[in-house]
């Protein structure tokens, strides 16, 4: 069954679209999406939703990440950077980061409920205050990755204005640990 939920437009500098999205029912948020980042991220310094994001190591990350059997995760380039080894980094299109990770307890997009979500979390604060600044959007917590674009076989329909998104997930192999 297809899902349909309405995008978003922004117009600064190109065209950027997002989405409404719902954590635990009761958070409403805004997330980018963007077709060029591997991973569903999150903001790590978005006080109105860290109370909502459970924080995990990478090893819990990579033991749920839905798609853990097709790509490497994550990517750290500690040493090239002059990052400590504790820390770890991922290269984005303009730089290296600082990379936490996160669960979800429930996300909700349209009427797409998704359990236990594993996210990356990087400091977006840039993004969000430009948004919040110049076109008075507030509320946007992350980007909306391949990952799931690929995991719920998104179709992205500009005529229509809709994300369409299958209600069944192609591969969710994984149980979180209470289970």
Request: hydrophobic fraction near 40%.
């Amino acid at each position: 069954m297809a899902i349909k939920v309405p995008i978003h437009f922004i117009y600064l500098q190109g065209v950027h679209a997002y989405i409404d999205i719902v954590i635990d029912n009761c958070q409403h948020g805004k997330l980018l999406i963007d077709t060029g980042a591997s991973q569903t991220i999150f903001s790590s310094n978005n006080t109105d939703i860290n109370s909502f994001i459970t924080p995990i190591d990478q090893n819990e990350f990579v033991r749920c990440y839905p798609l853990k059997e097709q790509v490497k995760l994550p990517v750290t380039i500690n040493q090239q950077f002059g990052f400590d080894d504790d820390q770890i980094v991922a290269l984005t299109a303009n730089m290296p980061v600082n990379l936490q990770f996160g669960l979800i307890a429930q996300l909700q997009i349209g009427d797409l409920s998704i359990e236990h979500l594993p996210v990356a979390r990087i400091d977006l604060s840039q993004i969000t205050k430009m948004y919040a600044d110049y076109y008075d959007i507030h509320n946007i917590w992350g980007l909306l990755g391949s990952d799931l674009l690929y995991l719920y076989r998104a179709k992205l329909n500009f005529s229509n204005e809709t994300l369409e998104l299958l209600s069944k997930p192609r591969n969710l192999d994984y149980k979180p640990k209470d289970s």
